[in-house]
């Protein structure tokens, strides 16, 4: 809420400043709050939550197994894995009542909502009926945790350095219009008077917003995809 407040004042002010109609500066910041808001905002979160969610999965899975392959106990491997969990792991591991580990594994798995999870699940299920060197059995559970949070890192990375590219861009084209507004003021307001100019500011927005749109959705699908 409040970051979407603040980009549309930032466009407000910008636009205010450059093309000096209420109208349109209103209607425009108007319209980035609610993007912001309804859209933008919410997939930011949404990938964000997916990541710190995955992560927590990894780390809950990988202490499980050390944690068994040492106390070769069920019941301490499941303790050992809930010592420092988020707080809303932290909720389900209270409403976890059962006796039974596979009960509250169950549980856990609900909330994780992990393939692997469930894959980490299937291979307890074995170790438990069978028996087992638990390390061996998940070898290649742990290659494929091991991939993904690789390619998280990679991926982030990626997005930070886009990010900040494009933020550099921007920001220096917007520095050149506000010069041009503040600096050079005279020629800026005898450009004013052609008949397309303002439009030309309003579509210099409308672009930058289409490239905001662009780079927030191909980073939250490139980061699904990898979760």
């Not at 319209?31 to 964000?48: E, P």
């Not at 409308?206 to 699908?221: D, E, G, P, Q």
């Amino acid at each position: 809420m409040i970051s979407s407040l603040i980009a549309s004042i930032v466009f407000f002010s910008l636009l205010q400043l450059l093309i000096g109609d209420m109208k349109i500066s209103l209607a425009f910041a108007l319209f980035v709050f609610l993007y912001s808001f309804a859209y933008a905002s919410r997939i930011i979160k949404k990938a964000i939550h997916k990541t710190k969610l995955r992560s927590e999965c990894s780390n809950f899975i990988n202490t499980y197994i050390v944690s068994l392959s040492i106390t070769n106990s069920l019941e301490q491997a499941f303790k050992d894995s809930c010592l420092h969990p988020s707080k809303n792991l932290e909720k389900v591991i209270k409403r976890c009542g059962s006796l039974d580990v596979f009960d509250n594994l169950n549980s856990i798995a609900t909330y994780f909502s992990s393939s692997n999870f469930d894959v980490f699940l299937n291979i307890l299920k074995l170790y438990n009926n069978n028996g087992g060197n638990i390390l061996e059995m998940s070898m290649n559970l742990q290659s494929e945790l091991r991939r993904k949070e690789t390619m998280v890192s990679s991926i982030k990375q990626i997005a930070l350095r886009k990010v900040y590219e494009f933020i550099s861009l921007w920001a220096f084209c917007l520095a050149i219009l506000i010069f041009c507004r503040i600096g050079l003021t005279s020629i800026y307001k005898s450009m004013q008077t052609l008949a397309y100019f303002n439009y030309e500011i309003i579509g210099f927005f409308v672009f930058l917003l289409i490239s905001i749109h662009l780079i927030i959705t191909k980073t939250h699908n490139s980061l699904m995809r990898s979760i």
